[in-house]
């Protein structure tokens, strides 16, 4: 998979978190339903100061790489300001550092899922710190562009 290296600077997100593993059997129902009522309940749309359209599916507080637990953010980018943040959602910071960026197009959930196979088989020199894929405004389910960002040392 291609990919370039880029330095980030830092982003304030906000929106909804689970915490889960990937050995969880629940795992991929679990975010499914993270993303469902993201949209659904009006989350996305109870959040003020959004800085784009976009929307960020943030992998962050890892307990120990690959195998250990981590929290799932589903969330979009906000102005520096954290006023007016309603009680049920959470807030975090995406560190700047440095990520590496990959691309990809296609069916959200077949592409991103692909990704993800095909990342833990590659010999990149992953931080574990904060990991996410952001979807571009504008897209349609069946034909997005999707940035994916990997902190690396």
């Known amino acids: 998979m291609d990919y370039e290296i880029v330095q980030l600077t830092g982003k304030k997100v906000a929106g909804l978190k689970i915490r ?7 795992m991929s129902k679990s975010i499914g339903e993270a993303w469902r ?9 109870s959040i003020p100061d959004k800085k784009n359209d976009n929307c960020i599916g943030l992998y962050t507080n890892y307990e120990s790489g690959v195998n250990g637990a981590y929290d799932v953010m589903v969330c979009c980018e906000i102005q520096d300001s954290l006023n007016n943040i309603p009680n049920t959602v959470h807030t975090e910071i995406i560190p700047a550092g440095k990520y590496a960026k990959f691309i990809i197009h296609g069916d959200v959930q077949k592409a991103v899922a692909e990704f993800w196979m095909k990342l833990w088989s590659m010999d990149l020199d992953r931080k574990f710190s904060c990991d996410f894929e952001e979807y571009q405004s504008g897209f349609d389910t069946d034909n997005a562009e999707i940035q994916i960002y990997i902190s690396i040392n």
């Open 20 to 26: 889960t593993n990937n050995s969880d059997p629940n």
């Open 37 to 45: 009522k993201f949209y659904e309940d009006g989350i996305c749309q």
